[in-house]
C-alpha cells in the first residue's frame, strides 16, 4: 500500500468533547470521525485495525471449533416477548416498528435468535456438542453515550454461543471459550485479566470477564498478587473485618451532632475513627399484584399492593455493593427509597438516620462486618443527632425478637484494597480495568423460555444446555489504545496495528537515489509478508514523522539522501522511539528482526 493511494487524515487538535486518551487519539489519528452522539464512521485507518482484531478472533474460535454464521441486526419482537426481555431489558433495548406496525428491535444482542435457530436445527443429542458464532453491528440505546468507542451506542461484536446435552458437557464448552479468550488477547499483545463477574442482564450461573488493565477503566477488580485470585468488585465476597462481636464497653448516649450528616463530618466532630460509626441506605421493594383481568395501571404494568422498606447497614468507610444487595432474599428488584418513604419510616430526614428507634418496623439487613461491631456510631432518627456507644445484643437485638424478627447479615459491601483475599491466601489489590470481552454459562435459561429440546440416548426430551461469549471488537480499539500509548500517539501492539511498517522516504519525488531504495525495500518487505506501507506524499519530514508517531505503526524506516551516502537507512521502533542506523542491504532483515519484538 502507498500513502498516495490511501487516506491519511489526522488532525493536531482533538475535539472538545473528546474525554479520554482513546476518543483523543482515534480521532486525531483519522481511524474514527463522529456522525451523532455514540455512533462513528470507522475510517479506513480505524477499519484496519478492526479487521485484524476479527482476523484473530475468527481463526481463534475457529481453531476451538465454532462455526460462523450472521443473524441479523433486526429481529422481530415476538422472540424477545417469548422469552420476557422484551420488557425485562430496559430502555437500552431499542425498539422499532416496520410499516405495517409490527414489532421488532435492533439487536444488543442474540441469544433468543441463536436458540429459535437451535431449536429448530438440534434434534438429538448426537447433533452436540454445537457452537455458534458471529461478528455483527449491535445496538444499545445508552443514555448518555460517552468515551468515543468504549460507551457507544453502535459497536460491533463477537458473540457466541454454545449447545450441549448436560452440564458437565456444557462446561467443558464453556472452558474451552474461555482459553480461546486467552488466547485472542494473547495474540493481541494486551495485558489482561479474567475476573469472576456478575452474569447481568444476560442471565446464567456462572461468568468471567476479561478486563484489559488500563487506569481509564471503568471496572474495578479485585485482585491477589500472592494467589492470582480476581473478581470484578461487584462480585468479590468482602470477608468480615471482625471476626466476633464484643461485650458492650459504652453507656447508649445521643450526642449532638447539628450539621453533620456524612460519617465522615460525625467522625471528625467526636474525634472517633470513621470505622466506628455506621452508614444507614434505604431501599424500597414493590410488591405487585399479577396482571389480570386488566388489573393494571396507566402504564401497562402489574398495580403496586404493598411496598416492603429496608435499612442496610455497612461501615462508615465502606460502600454499599448494590448487585450483591440485589441477591439477598427479598431484595431483588429494589430502588432507593423516597424521601417520604423515609419520612414515614424513621420520622426525619436523612443523614441521621439508624437502626435505633424506627418510627415504624423495617426490614433490617447488617453486612458482615456491621454485625460484629460494637460500641459503635449511628443516625438516632432526629435531625442533628447521632447514638455513640450503640451495640447489638443491649440495643437492636432485643427489639428484632420482639417483633419476631432476626438480623440478617449478608456480605453487601464493595471490597476495598487491602482486604483479605477470599480464598485466604493475601490481600487484596485493586486494579481499573476495561471489560473486553465475558463469557457465560447460562444454563437453560434461554432454551426453556423458547422449548429448545432434544432427545437424548434414552429417548426422552430435554433441553438444551447453553453458554454465551461476547468480545467488544471495536471496542478494543479504544482499550488497546488506552493501554498503549504515549506523549506523541498511540502504540500499536504488532498483532493489531494498522499497519506493521511505514517506510518514509525524504524527498520521494525529488531524489531518485532515496525513490529507488524506497521502492526497493518496500518490494522486500511485501515479498517477506509483511504488511507495509510506503509514504510516497510529498510532506515534510516532520510532518510525516509526526503523523506515524500519532498513528502508532510499530516499525518506522527513514530513507534519506545523506544516509544512503553513508550505506545505511534509519529504523526506529515505536515503542520506546528506539533508533538504529542499518547498512542499507540488511534492512529488511533488520526491520523483520524489529517486529519480531513488537
Excluded at 493536531?12 to 476518543?23: M, W
Aim: proline residues 5%.
Amino acid at each position: 500500500m502507498k500513502a498516495s493511494r490511501f487516506l491519511v487524515s489526522t488532525l493536531k487538535e482533538a475535539p472538545s468533547d473528546a474525554e479520554i486518551t482513546s476518543h483523543r487519539l482515534m480521532t486525531r489519528a483519522g481511524m474514527i470521525k463522529r456522525l451523532a452522539g455514540g455512533i462513528y464512521n470507522y475510517m479506513p485507518m480505524g477499519l484496519r485495525v478492526i479487521r485484524r482484531i476479527e482476523n484473530i478472533i475468527r481463526e481463534e474460535m475457529n481453531r476451538a471449533g465454532a462455526i460462523e454464521l450472521l443473524m441479523p441486526v433486526v429481529q422481530p419482537a415476538e422472540l424477545w416477548v417469548e422469552s420476557g426481555r422484551w420488557e425485562q431489558y430496559g430502555p437500552e433495548l431499542l425498539r422499532i416498528k416496520d410499516r405495517h406496525g409490527r414489532d421488532f428491535i435492533l439487536q444488543p444482542t442474540s441469544e433468543e435468535v441463536i436458540t429459535d435457530i437451535a431449536r429448530q436445527e438440534i434434534r438429538s443429542y448426537r447433533q452436540m456438542p454445537k457452537n455458534f458464532y458471529h461478528i455483527q453491528t449491535k445496538f444499545r440505546d445508552e443514555r448518555r453515550p460517552r468515551f468515543g468507542v468504549m460507551r457507544g451506542r453502535e459497536f460491533t461484536m463477537k458473540d457466541a454461543y454454545s449447545f450441549d446435552r448436560d452440564r458437565e458437557s456444557a462446561l467443558r464448552s464453556y472452558q474451552a471459550m474461555f482459553d480461546a479468550y486467552c488466547r485472542v488477547f494473547d495474540r493481541m499483545g494486551l495485558v489482561y485479566r479474567p475476573v469472576a463477574a456478575d452474569t447481568g442482564a444476560i442471565g446464567g450461573s456462572a461468568s468471567h470477564e476479561f478486563q484489559v488493565i488500563a487506569d481509564t477503566g471503568e471496572d474495578a477488580i479485585a485482585w491477589c498478587p500472592d494467589s492470582g485470585y480476581a473478581a470484578n468488585v461487584e462480585l468479590a465476597e468482602a470477608l468480615p473485618l471482625i471476626e466476633s462481636r464484643a461485650a458492650a464497653a459504652q453507656p447508649l448516649e445521643k450526642v449532638a451532632t447539628p450539621g453533620k450528616e456524612r460519617c465522615e463530618d460525625v467522625a471528625e466532630l467526636l474525634g472517633l475513627p470513621l470505622d466506628r460509626t455506621v452508614k444507614s441506605i434505604v431501599l424500597a421493594v414493590d410488591r405487585h399484584e399479577p396482571v389480570k383481568d386488566g388489573k393494571e395501571d396507566l402504564g401497562g404494568k402489574p398495580r403496586i399492593v404493598a411496598t416492603e422498606i429496608w435499612l442496610l447497614l455497612v461501615r462508615g468507610d465502606h460502600d454499599l455493593n448494590e448487585v450483591k444487595a440485589g441477591k439477598v432474599e427479598g431484595l431483588a428488584g429494589f430502588r432507593f427509597a423516597t424521601a417520604a418513604e423515609i419520612a414515614e419510616h424513621f420520622g426525619c430526614e436523612p443523614g441521621y438516620l439508624g437502626p435505633i428507634g424506627t418510627a415504624k418496623p423495617v426490614r433490617l439487613v447488617a453486612d458482615r462486618t456491621v454485625a460484629n461491631m460494637s460500641d459503635f456510631v449511628c443516625g438516632a432518627n432526629d435531625v442533628g443527632f447521632h447514638y455513640t456507644g450503640a451495640n447489638w445484643d443491649r440495643d437492636l437485638l432485643p427489639a428484632l425478637a420482639e417483633r419476631g424478627e432476626q438480623l440478617l447479615v449478608a456480605d453487601i459491601r464493595n471490597v476495598v484494597e487491602g482486604d483479605p483475599s477470599p480464598d485466604g491466601k493475601g490481600r487484596l489489590v485493586i486494579q481499573r480495568g476495561i471489560e473486553v470481552g465475558h463469557v457465560f454459562y447460562l444454563g437453560t435459561k434461554y432454551s426453556s423460555a423458547l422449548n429448545a429440546a432434544f432427545i437424548d440416548d434414552d429417548g426422552k426430551s430435554k433441553l438444551m444446555e447453553m453458554g454465551c461469549y461476547g468480545i467488544g471488537v471495536t471496542r478494543l480499539l479504544g482499550a488497546a489504545i488506552e493501554q498503549n500509548h504515549d506523549e506523541r500517539g498511540i502504540v500499536w501492539p504488532r498483532g493489531i496495528a494498522p499497519f506493521e511498517v511505514v517506510i518514509c522516504p525524504l524527498g520521494y519525488a525529488k531524489s531518485a537515489a532515496v525513490r529507488e531504495a524506497a521502492d526497493a525495500l518496500y518490494a522486500e518487505l511485501l515479498e517477506a509478508g509483511v504488511d507495509v506501507l510506503l509514504d510516497d506524499r510529498d510532506e515534510r519530514p516532520g510532518v510525516m514523522f509526526a503523523d506515524w508517531e500519532l498513528i502508532g505503526v510499530p516499525v518506522r524506516v527513514t530513507v534519506g539522501e545523506r544516509g544512503l551516502k553513508e550505506g545505511q537507512v534509519e529504523v526506529l521502533r515505536r515503542r520506546g522511539m528506539e533508533m538504529e542506523a542499518v547498512a542499507v542491504g540488511e534492512a529488511g532483515a533488520a526491520v523483520r528482526g524489529v517486529l519480531a519484538g513488537c
